[in-house]
């Protein structure tokens, strides 16, 4: 698989080529994911609840996901990587400076913010000092405190509107990715034509630019529920190659996701 660069995802946007995006933590699971097909791997502080089994990503530390891009990385070299900044490190530019350098050096090609336009400055920042960077939207976990729960976020117009503004302000800000979380279908597509940079959704219907999901999740194995928006592809298809490619065919071809997996 040739190699993915900022430059290629946003032509992938352009040509309607759908980028296909799993987490991932360690080097064995990164190879995988990129033998069988997967765009961009993403080292996500999810990894709180996933692998240390807490009930939120607040505990993270950039310490914690800077061990894990360096697992990931020393799975492939060629995979493009984007690394969560964790909770409370992107308070102010500088920090965010000092944090996403961490995580830059451990391997990440891009580091991912959780937040709107009130991150325009540390956007600025950070891609002018050479780090390139995904925004995140919609039910962002590390405000779950904020919002009373994980919750579906942008059902109100006013709410809406706020996003597809915010998602605008990120971009002009420098932002070259965006992933969405847990909206309504037709907010994601929205968003999805109101911005140039490709749009990576999750639990937010088929009408982005791409698809993530937790790679528990694609096995079925998550510490507690699966949430409505994700498959079981092991399940499917009976081993984790199959299940790998099987989930990017359906992203590319626009089986994944269905209705059923989606919030109106
Ligand atoms: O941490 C994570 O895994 C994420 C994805 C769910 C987008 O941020
Ligand atoms: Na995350």
């Not at 040509?15 to 069988?36: C, E, G, P, R, V």
């Not at 420098?174 to 911005?195: D, F, H, M, N, Y």
């Not at 982005?208 to 937790?214: E, H």
């Amino acid at each position: 698989m040739a190699k993915v660069t900022v430059s290629t995802l946003a032509k992938m946007k352009h040509a309607q080529n759908k980028i296909t995006a799993l987490t991932a933590y360690d080097a064995s699971f990164a190879k995988l994911f990129y033998d069988n097909g997967v765009d961009i791997v993403l080292v996500g502080d999810s990894l709180g609840m996933v692998l240390q089994g807490a009930d939120d990503t607040l505990a993270v530390t950039t310490d914690e996901i800077a061990y894990h891009t360096r697992c990931v990385r020393a799975g492939s070299k060629e995979l493009f990587v984007v690394a969560d900044m964790p909770f409370m490190s992107y308070a102010n530019p500088q920090q965010s400076c000092d944090n996403a350098a961490k995580l830059m050096r451990a391997g990440a090609n891009m580091v991912k913010l959780e937040g709107g336009e009130w991150l325009y400055e540390t956007i600025q920042t950070l891609t002018q000092q050479g780090i390139p960077v995904c925004g995140h939207l919609g039910l962002t976990p590390q405000s779950v405190h904020v919002f009373g729960g994980f919750k579906i976020q942008g059902r109100e117009q006013a709410q809406a509107d706020k996003m597809v503004a915010d998602a605008q302000a990120l971009e002009q800000a420098g932002a070259q990715l965006l992933v969405i979380e847990c909206i309504p279908s037709a907010l994601a597509k929205r968003i999805s034509e109101a911005v140039n940079i490709p749009v990576i959704g999750i639990g937010a219907g088929k009408d982005t630019d791409g698809q993530i999901l937790v790679m528990h999740d694609l096995v079925g194995i998550s510490a507690g529920y699966i949430p409505k928006f994700s498959k079981n592809y092991l399940a499917e298809t009976g081993n984790m190659p199959e299940a790998v490619k099987q989930y990017c065919a359906d992203v590319k071809s626009g089986t994944f996701p269905t209705s059923e997996h989606e919030f109106s």
